[in-house]
């Protein structure tokens, strides 16, 4: 069984910062392509950024281009979401996801348990 364990959520001002993380076994991060996507209240779940898990090319979604970073450490087995300028609008769970496709946006094979993240304005 694939576990995800996602933290980092949390309340935070417009304008600042967050960063999750999500940890898993070395096995799934060392053959899966890992994701966030979020889902808001009343919204369906959307897709947020990318790492692939060779090479660790990234994409993101238009809405957090040059705000968000995803990143990971292979020692660490965790991939990361540094958020930047939030904005009220970025408010949603964030689930990290676990892919072996190469789709875009990646399906998602294992998820997390989800991490609320709420920006006040």
């Known amino acids: 069984q694939v576990q995800l364990v996602e933290s980092g959520g949390g309340l935070v001002q417009a304008g600042g910062s967050l960063r999750l993380s999500c940890t898993t076994s070395?096995?799934?991060?060392?053959?899966?392509?890992m994701a966030w996507f979020r889902q808001a209240p009343g919204r369906e779940r959307e897709f947020v950024a990318v790492?692939?898990?060779?090479?660790?090319?990234?994409s993101y979604a238009d809405s957090v281009k040059g705000r968000f970073a995803i990143s990971k450490d292979n020692a660490k087995h965790t991939v990361y979401l540094q958020m930047n300028s939030l904005k009220p609008e970025d408010t949603a769970v964030y689930y990290c996801g676990a892919s072996q496709t190469t789709l875009l946006p990646p399906v998602i094979d294992y998820w997390g348990q989800g991490t609320q993240v709420t920006v006040s304005s």
């Open positions: 070395d096995r799934t991060f060392s053959s899966y392509s």
């Open positions: 790492i692939a898990w060779r090479g660790g090319a990234t």
